[in-house]
C-alpha cells in the first residue's frame, strides 16, 4: 500500500528541501490511490513567467503548481474536482533574486487551528505548501506551522502559534527609504510611519531607515509580523506634540492602544502636577518640573490616570502577564506613560510644560533579528520662558511590550524624555524615568 503525498508533506513541511524533495516523489505513488478524481496527482503546472498580485490554480488540470514571485502574490484554487474524491494540491512557491515578497491563499482553513505557515521571505528561498479538501473545495485545508514548540524535522521552531503574529496577510515590507506603501504607511525620506495596525508576513529596516509606531501625526499603533522582522534600523514610538516653553504636548488618542498622558502647561506661579500613568504601583510616573527663583514651589508629583480596556485584538495570555493592579484596585492594560510636571514660574514667567507620556510600543513576530534599536521614548519637558523660570519635567519612557519567538540582538528600550532648560536662577527641570519593557518568549 503506497503512501499519501499528503501525508508526507504534512510531516515534513518545515525543512524546505525535504518536503520539495517529498512533492517532487508524488508520481511514485500507485495509480489505484491517486486521489485526485481524473487529475494525475503527479502533473505539475510550471509558471513560465515570474507571478505576482492575484494568481488562481486551476486544480482540474494539475496537482502541482511551481512558480517564482516577483511580487507579494495571492492565490486562489479554482475548478475542483467533482465527485466523492479528496484533492490534494502543492504550491511550490520560490522567491526570486530579490525577495521579499510577501505569500497568501484566500478561502483557506489553516492547520493546526489558525496556525499560518512563517513563509520564507530571502531571496530563492523554496515554501512548500499542501492543501487538501474532502468536499470539492467547500472547506479547503492548508498546512499551517507547528505549534508544539519544535518542526517536524527535529529543529527549534521560531515560536508558537501565529495568533500570537498575526496572519501575515498584508504580505512584506522592505523598507529602504525607497519603497512605498500607500494605504498601510506614511513616508517621508528613510522615515515610514504606521497608517494602522500592521499585519505583514515580514518587515526588513534598513540601516539608517526609521519606522514610527506612534509619533507625529500618527497615533499608537501594533507591529504583527508572521514570520521575520529584521531591523537594522529604528522602530520607535514618539509623543505625538512634543511640548514647547509653557504650552504642553499632547498625544492622540485615536490608535489601537491608550497613549502616553498629556503633561500640564507651565504657569506663573508654582508647577502643576504632572499626569501618572495607570499601571503596576511605582511604574508611572513623570518627573517633577524645576521650581523658579522667587514664587515657584516645586515640580507637582503625579496622579493616576483611569483604568483602560484591552483592545479584544491584544494577545490577552500575553498582555496579562505584564499588567496588573494600579494603586487604586483596579486592573490597567499597557497604558501609556506619565506626563512630566510642569516647571514653576517666578511670579511673572511661566515655567516651562511637562513633557508628554511616551506612547507604548507593541511589537510581536515570530523572529527578531535586531541590529538595530526599538525604543518607546518620552517627551521632552519645555524650558522656562524667562526671567527665573524652572523647566518642565520630561515624560516617562513609553511602555514596551515584544512577543517574540526567536530573538536575536540588541534589547528593546524605553527612555524617559530630558528636562526642560531653567531660565535665571529657576531649576531645569528632571528627566522622565523608564517605563516599564517585556519581552516574552513565546
Not at 502636577?273 to 515640580?299: H, M, Q
Not at 511661566?350 to 517627551?379: C, D
Request: with cysteine; aromatic share 6%.
Amino acid at each position: 500500500m503506497s503512501t499519501s503525498r499528503r501525508s508526507l508533506l504534512l510531516s515534513a513541511a518545515a525543512a524546505g528541501g525535504v518536503a520539495l524533495g517529498t512533492a517532487a516523489a508524488g508520481g511514485a505513488e500507485d495509480a489505484s490511490a491517486a486521489t485526485t478524481g481524473g487529475v494525475d496527482p503527479s502533473s505539475t503546472k510550471i509558471f513560465a513567467a515570474p507571478v505576482s498580485g492575484n494568481v488562481n490554480l486551476d486544480v482540474s488540470t494539475a496537482a502541482v503548481f511551481v512558480c517564482t514571485l516577483a511580487g507579494n502574490t495571492t492565490f486562489t484554487f479554482q475548478n475542483w474536482p467533482a465527485g466523492a474524491v479528496t484533492t490534494e494540491p502543492t504550491v511550490i512557491a520560490v522567491q526570486d533574486s530579490t525577495g521579499q515578497h510577501g505569500i497568501s491563499f484566500t478561502g483557506v482553513s489553516w492547520l493546526p487551528a489558525g496556525a499560518l505557515p512563517a513563509f520564507q521571505t530571502e531571496p530563492n528561498e523554496v515554501n512548500v505548501t499542501g492543501f487538501f479538501s474532502t468536499d470539492n473545495g467547500t472547506t479547503v485545508y492548508g498546512q499551517g506551522a507547528p505549534v508544539d514548540g519544535a518542526r517536524s524535522d527535529g529543529a527549534p521552531a521560531d515560536g508558537g502559534p501565529s495568533g500570537f503574529y498575526g496572519d501575515g496577510g498584508d504580505g512584506a515590507f522592505v523598507l529602504d527609504g525607497t519603497r512605498t506603501y500607500a494605504g498601510v504607511l506614511g513616508k517621508s525620506g528613510s522615515y515610514y510611519w504606521l497608517l494602522r495596525d500592521l499585519f505583514a508576513s515580514s518587515v526588513t529596516v534598513g540601516s539608517g531607515v526609521t519606522l514610527q509606531l506612534a509619533g507625529g501625526a500618527t497615533a499608537s499603533y501594533r507591529l504583527f509580523c508572521a514570520g521575520t522582522l529584521d531591523n537594522a534600523g529604528s522602530v520607535v514610538t514618539y509623543v505625538n506634540t512634543a511640548s514647547s516653553g509653557r504650552t504642553a504636548g499632547s498625544n492622540l488618542a485615536t490608535g489601537t492602544l491608550k497613549p502616553g498622558l498629556n503633561p500640564p502647561s507651565g504657569g506663573t506661579g508654582a508647577g502643576a502636577a504632572g499626569t501618572g500613568g495607570a499601571g503596576r504601583p511605582g511604574l508611572s510616573a513623570g518627573s517633577g518640573g524645576g521650581s523658579g527663583a522667587r514664587a515657584g514651589g516645586a515640580g507637582g508629583v503625579s496622579s493616576l490616570a483611569a483604568g483602560y480596556s484591552l483592545p479584544q485584538a491584544l494577545p490577552w495570555a500575553a498582555m496579562m502577564a505584564a499588567t496588573g493592579p494600579n494603586v487604586t484596585g483596579g486592573i490597567d492594560y499597557f497604558p501609556g506613560g506619565a506626563g512630566g510636571g510642569a516647571g514653576a514660574g517666578d511670579g511673572t514667567n511661566a515655567g516651562g510644560a511637562g513633557g508628554p507620556g511616551g506612547n507604548p510600543l507593541f511589537v510581536a513576530a515570530r523572529k527578531i533579528l535586531n541590529s538595530g534599536q526599538i525604543v518607546a521614548y518620552g517627551g521632552g519637558g519645555g524650558a522656562g520662558t524667562g526671567g527665573d523660570a524652572g523647566g518642565g519635567g520630561g515624560g516617562q519612557g513609553g511602555p514596551v511590550m515584544v512577543i517574540h519567538g526567536g530573538f536575536t540582538g540588541n534589547d528593546p528600550k524605553s527612555v524617559g524624555g530630558p528636562g526642560g532648560a531653567k531660565q535665571g536662577n529657576g531649576n531645569p527641570g528632571g528627566a522622565g524615568g523608564a517605563g516599564w519593557v517585556v519581552r516574552l518568549a513565546n
